[in-house]
């Protein structure tokens, strides 16, 4: 059974930094890429940032572009997400999502609140 643990959220001023850390296990991590969603008071999930099985390749929402950063380490099954250049505009519920299947498979989330 897949299970994904995030941690790391917390309440950050703006300019602030912050890693979020997730980690797996119940599959063969190494094998499946990964990536972090987040959703903010009122809207969908949107994603983040995106990271290929191998950690080789990495995709950016234009948003967070230049200041996130996802990398994973597959020796030790965790997925990490280091956040600089906070914004309040990245407030929200970060979600660490594996793309096992069609279906992907979700953490329960990482609350970020970005706030002076």
């Known amino acids: 059974q897949v299970q994904l643990v995030e941690s790391g959220g917390g309440l950050v001023q703006p300019g602030g930094s912050l890693r979020l850390s997730c980690a797996a296990s119940?599959?063969?991590?190494?094998?499946?890429?990964m990536s972090w969603y987040r959703q903010a008071p009122g809207q969908g999930r949107e994603l983040v940032a995106l990271?290929?099985?191998?950690?080789?390749?990495?995709h950016y929402d234009d948003s967070v572009k230049g200041r996130f950063t996802i990398s994973r380490d597959n020796t030790k099954n965790m997925l990490f997400l280091d956040m600089s250049s906070l914004k309040p505009a990245d407030t929200g519920k970060y979600y660490c999502?594996?793309?096992?299947?069609?279906?992907?498979?979700w953490g329960q989330g990482t609350q970020v609140t970005v706030s002076a």
């Open positions: 999502v594996a793309h096992t299947g069609p279906g992907k498979s």
């Open positions: 119940g599959f063969v991590f190494s094998d499946f890429g």
């Open positions: 990271i290929s099985s191998a950690g080789a390749s990495t």
